[in-house]
C-alpha cells in the first residue's frame, strides 16, 4: 500500500488559498481515478477538484466552510501501490461558477456536503480568510426522455460510468469547458432537467441549522462590510409612469416577433441619460485608499434575485446601448446568472447598480449599496391611482394614472443629499417625457 498526498494545486494567477464548499468523500470512502474530491470557491471561480488516483480517503484538510492555502495538502489517500506526492501545480479540475438559479439550482451550497456528521473527519491545518467572488457554469439543455449512453464525447471513464447509472446521454449534457465532459456538468445536467428528484425536500416541520459558505456567506460579508462601511441615506420620489407604459406598449407593437421590452431597458435608459450631469453618483470609492473614481462610462448593475442569494450582472458601456440592446443584454445576463453561465467578468466592475422587486417592490425601499459603488436605485412597483391630471383646457380633472416611486440610497461620505435628489428628478423628468429616451 503507498500513501498518496494530493496538494491544492495552483488554480490561477493571483490565488493564493480557497474556500472549501462541498466535499464529495468521506474518511474511509473508496475514490477512483477522476471521481469528484470537492468543490472549492477561489475569488475568480468554483473549482472542482478530481482525484488524479484511485484510492481509499484517509484525511481531509477540514471541513465545508474551511480554507485551504495552495500547496497545501487537500487530501490523503491509500493507494494499491507507491505512487508519490502529487505536485501542487497540477491537478485536474474545472472551473464553473456558483447557484445563481432561482427554480433549481445546479449547486445547493446551503447543503453542507456529503459528509457524514458522525463520520470523524482528520484536520490538515486549514487557514481562514474571507471567501472570494463567485462566477458561473454554462446551461444545459433538458435530456430526452428515452436517454442513450452515446460515446462520441470525450468524458473519463468514471463520468461516463456515472452518466449510465443516472441514465443520461452524454451527448445531450453541454460540457463547461474545453469539450470535456465532468461531474459538475452532469450535475448541472440533473438539476436543470428536473427529472432526479435532486431538489432540496420541503420543510418537514422540523428545525434545521445550515452552515454559511460560498456565495451566500460572500453576501452576507459584503452586505455586512457595506453598512458598517458606508453611511447610507435614502431619498424617495414618486413619477408619473403612465406615458412610460403607453411608450413601451407601442414599442412591443412596433416589433410584434422581437422580444418584449420591459421597464428595466426604458429605466437604465433614464439612469445612462441622466448620470452624465451627475458624476459623482456613477463612481466607486475606494475607501483605503481614500479615492473616488468618477467613470465616464456607466457600466450598469442589475440586482438579480435567485435561490442562492443576490448576484449582479453587469452590462458594460449600458450609456452605448438602445432600448433593444439594453433589453437582451438584460435577458442574456440574467438567463447566464439563472442558468450558471455567466462569466466572471460579467459579474464584476459595476459602477452604478438598479435592483428591482418588480410587483414585489413596495413603495418605498432602502437597498443596501453595492461597495465600491456609492450610489443604487429601486424603481418601485407601479400602483394605479387617481390624481389631477391637466384637462386641455387650461383646468385640471381627476384622471387614472400609472405612479411608481423611486427610491436611491447613496454613500454620504461622497454624494450630498442634494445631489442624489437632483438625480432622481432629472430620472423623473425622463420617465414622464419617456419620448425624450428616443432623442440623441
Avoid at 97 to 124: H, L
Avoid at 213 to 220: H, M, P, Q
Avoid at 241 to 267: I, V, W, Y
Avoid at 353 to 370: E, R
Wanted: charged residues 25%; contains cysteine.
Amino acid at each position: 500500500m503507498g500513501r498518496f498526498v494530493f496538494r491544492l494545486p495552483d488554480i490561477g494567477e493571483g490565488i493564493a488559498e480557497a474556500e472549501i464548499v462541498a466535499w464529495h468523500v468521506n474518511v474511509g470512502d473508496r475514490i477512483e481515478e477522476d471521481g469528484r474530491l470537492a468543490d472549492l470557491m477561489t475569488d475568480k471561480a468554483t473549482v472542482e477538484m478530481e482525484s488524479p488516483v484511485a484510492g481509499k480517503v484517509l484525511e481531509l484538510a477540514g471541513e465545508v466552510g474551511g480554507v485551504v492555502a495552495i500547496g497545501t495538502p487537500l487530501v490523503v489517500l491509500e493507494t494499491e501501490g507507491d505512487v508519490g506526492e502529487e505536485p501542487a501545480p497540477t491537478a485536474p479540475m474545472v472551473e464553473e461558477q456558483t447557484e445563481v438559479v432561482p427554480k433549481v439550482s445546479a449547486r445547493p451550497w446551503s447543503d453542507t456536503g456529503r459528509a457524514d456528521p458522525g463520520a470523524e473527519t482528520p484536520s490538515i491545518a486549514p487557514s481562514s480568510s474571507p471567501p472570494p467572488e463567485p462566477v458561473c457554469s454554462e446551461p444545459v439543455e433538458d435530456r430526452p426522455a428515452t436517454p442513450i449512453l452515446s460515446a462520441k464525447v470525450l468524458a473519463s471513464p468514471a463520468v461516463r460510468q456515472r452518466a449510465k447509472e443516472l441514465g443520461i446521454d452524454l451527448a445531450r449534457v453541454r460540457p463547461a469547458e474545453g469539450g470535456r465532459i465532468r461531474h459538475a456538468d452532469l450535475d448541472a445536467f440533473v438539476s436543470y432537467s428536473g427529472e432526479k428528484g435532486y431538489a432540496p425536500a420541503g420543510p418537514d416541520g422540523r428545525d434545521e441549522t445550515i452552515k454559511i459558505v460560498g456565495l451566500r456567506r460572500r453576501i452576507a460579508e459584503n452586505m455586512a462590510a457595506s453598512k458598517r462601511n458606508i453611511p447610507h441615506f435614502s431619498y424617495v420620489e414618486e413619477c408619473d409612469a403612465t406615458d412610460l407604459e403607453k411608450l413601451r406598449a407601442d414599442l412591443n407593437a412596433s416589433r410584434p416577433d422581437g422580444p418584449k421590452l420591459t421597464l428595466l431597458p426604458l429605466l437604465i435608459a433614464a439612469v445612462c441619460r441622466s448620470l452624465p450631469g451627475f458624476p459623482m453618483l456613477n463612481a466607486r470609492y475606494d475607501d483605503e485608499a481614500n479615492v473616488v473614481t468618477r467613470h465616464g462610462a456607466v457600466h450598469m448593475g442589475v440586482a438579480t434575485m435567485t435561490e442562492a442569494g443576490l448576484m449582479v450582472p453587469v452590462i458594460r458601456d449600458a450609456q452605448a446601448k438602445n432600448l433593444w440592446q439594453l433589453a437582451a443584454e438584460i435577458l442574456r445576463l440574467s438567463e447566464a446568472a439563472r442558468t450558471a453561465s455567466a462569466r466572471a467578468e460579467e459579474l464584476s466592475g459595476s459602477t452604478f447598480t438598479i435592483t428591482s422587486l418588480g410587483p414585489l417592490g413596495g413603495i418605498a425601499s432602502t437597498p443596501v449599496i453595492n461597495r465600491p459603488e456609492v450610489a443604487i436605485l429601486a424603481p418601485n412597483r407601479i400602483v394605479e391611482r387617481p390624481m389631477f391630471v391637466p384637462d386641455g383646457m387650461g383646468g385640471e380633472r381627476i384622471g387614472k394614472r400609472k405612479l411608481m416611486n423611486l427610491s436611491i440610497s447613496c454613500d454620504h461620505r461622497v454624494v450630498d443629499g442634494y445631489d442624489a435628489a437632483a438625480f432622481v428628478q432629472e430620472v423623473k423628468r425622463l420617465i414622464e417625457t419617456p419620448v425624450l429616451l428616443l432623442t440623441d
